[in-house]
């Protein structure tokens, strides 16, 4: 691009498997990235932790630095992608406090010191972008927040890590071991540094506050989301949903409740295999938001990888370089409705699936019945696999005992659970072996 202006400067702070991807686009199309701006910008320094290191995409040696700081001292826009609290906290407040404008990936730190990094950013009076933090590529962030502001989002839903959905769809449908599908998703980019991260539900959490903030409009953070990751779905579990009709799936959900609060999520979730969610493989992401005046939108794409996640990184770039140079930009992340706290779990209400193993004898089938109603949790569907006589009763030659499985209609999480209690004292019930929550659409 022909101008005489000098270029605005950008410091990338780590280059890992989204970092080198950044890099290579910004040295590989300056030009490009340079129109999009509207003003020359020139990468002007990577740091890392080993300048010897290999990486996805061979960064110019005389790039590489060692000293973050330095960095971030002479540059116009930094881009952190090194991930972790700290030192990536302390690098993005140093960079908005001096003035320049920050796009960062990282959820974890978002989700624990977001309110307190974008009240720094409005102070400072510059952007602090991240799309990357939720959904990889896919743009849900600034959608969220300023396509749908003039709207009353009442929930958000999503499958928002890869690479807990790539395990589960991998056990689903080839029935992988779980540890190989998880390797496969590190050697593939989308995993965290500490996968734990990942299979624990961490990560998703992170996203479900960073959702539940933009959405309501309130300071949620990573302490507010009630977390199940995937480490006790068994094979099982899968194959059971799969005779039934379901998928298994991590689902992200953000619902409010009005005059109340909001419910934020994350737990293996059970999904009709017609629903949209469920139709979404690998380490695809999709996410469903639900908005008074515009109904169901559905935002859906590569939730992570290096080249897909960098996509989002250097778009957000581009609109803080944007910022930059015309000075000032609105703050993100501000938390305007004080009304708006997180409630606990038990005021969710879903739909659940148990897995029973009963004693075999006439009227188990009456008395479980009888728990759920005293509870005033309904029942929608009852499934004994194997046989069953005509008076409805399970009937097997096995004296190990029968399996029951029952699907709820809507119930109040704390019915589900006392419902569970009294199950469990039961003396014809051997097993409680599963309890699962189920979506199935907005309105059931
Ligand atoms: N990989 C993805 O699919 C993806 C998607 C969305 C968001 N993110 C987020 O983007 C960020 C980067 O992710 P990634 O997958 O590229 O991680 P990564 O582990 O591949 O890369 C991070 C890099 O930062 C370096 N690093 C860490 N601390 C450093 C320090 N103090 N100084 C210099 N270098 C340091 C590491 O050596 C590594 O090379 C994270 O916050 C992650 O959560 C990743
Ligand atoms: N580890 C994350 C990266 C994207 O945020 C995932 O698997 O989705
Ligand atoms: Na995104």
Not at 156 to 182: E, H, K, P, R, S
Request: hydrophobic content about 45%; some cysteine.
């Amino acid at each position: 691009m022909a101008s005489t202006a000098a270029p605005l400067t950008i410091g990338l702070l780590g280059a890992g498997s989204v970092g080198s991807q950044v890099a290579r686009t910004l040295v590989e199309e300056r030009e490009l990235i340079s129109s999009r701006v509207g003003a020359p910008v020139r990468l002007a320094g990577v740091a890392v932790r080993d300048v010897e290191a290999p990486r996805d995409w061979r960064i110019p040696g005389e790039l590489l630095t060692t000293d973050a700081e330095a960095l971030v001292d002479q540059v116009d826009v930094v881009v952190e992608l090194l991930g972790g609290l700290e030192p990536a906290a302390s690098l993005i407040e140093r960079a908005l406090r001096r003035g320049a404008g920050v796009v960062t990936g990282n959820k974890a730190l978002l989700a624990t010191r977001g309110a307190e990094l974008a009240a720094i950013a409005a102070e400072a009076d510059v952007p602090l972008h991240y799309e990357a933090a939720v959904g990889g590529a896919i743009p849900i962030l600034r959608p969220i927040q300023e396509s749908l502001s003039g709207d009353r989002i009442t929930k958000v839903m999503g499958i928002v890590n890869g690479t807990t959905n790539y395990i589960l769809d991998q056990m689903d449908t080839t029935g992988a071991a779980f540890d190989d599908a998880l390797h496969e998703a590190q050697r593939l980019g989308y995993a965290e540094a500490d996968p734990t991260a990942d299979v624990e539900g961490h990560d998703a959490a992170a996203k479900a506050a960073i959702l539940g903030t933009l959405g309501f409009h309130a300071p949620f953070t990573i302490d507010d989301v009630h977390c199940e990751g995937i480490t006790q779905v068994t094979s099982s579990d899968i194959e059971a949903a799969a005779a039934s009709g379901y998928v298994i799936k991590l689902l992200a959900i953000a619902e409010r409740f009005d005059g109340e609060g909001a419910v934020l999520r994350v737990h293996p979730t059970l999904l009709p295999r017609t629903h949209p969610l469920a139709s979404v493989r690998g380490a695809f992401n999709a996410v469903f938001v639900v908005a008074e005046n515009a109904g169901e939108l559905m935002f859906y794409g590569q939730g992570a990888g290096g080249l897909p996640t960098s996509s989002a990184v250097l778009g957000d770039l581009v609109s803080a370089a944007r910022s930059v140079r015309t000075a000032g930009a609105p703050a993100e992340l501000s938390a305007t409705d004080t009304t708006m706290t997180a409630l606990p779990i038990t005021k969710a209400t879903t739909r659940y699936y148990v897995d029973l193993e009963v004693a075999d004898r006439e009227g188990v089938i009456a008395e479980i019945a009888r728990v759920f109603a005293d509870h005033h949790v309904s029942i929608e569907a009852m499934r004994q696999p194997g046989s069953v006589s005509a008076d409805g009763e399970v009937d097997t030659d096995q004296d190990s005992g029968a399996i029951v499985q029952i699907v709820t209609h809507q119930a109040r999480e704390k019915a589900l659970a006392d419902t569970v209690e009294t199950l469990k004292e039961k003396e014809v019930v051997r097993a409680v072996s599963s309890v699962l929550r189920v979506e199935i659409d907005q309105q059931s």
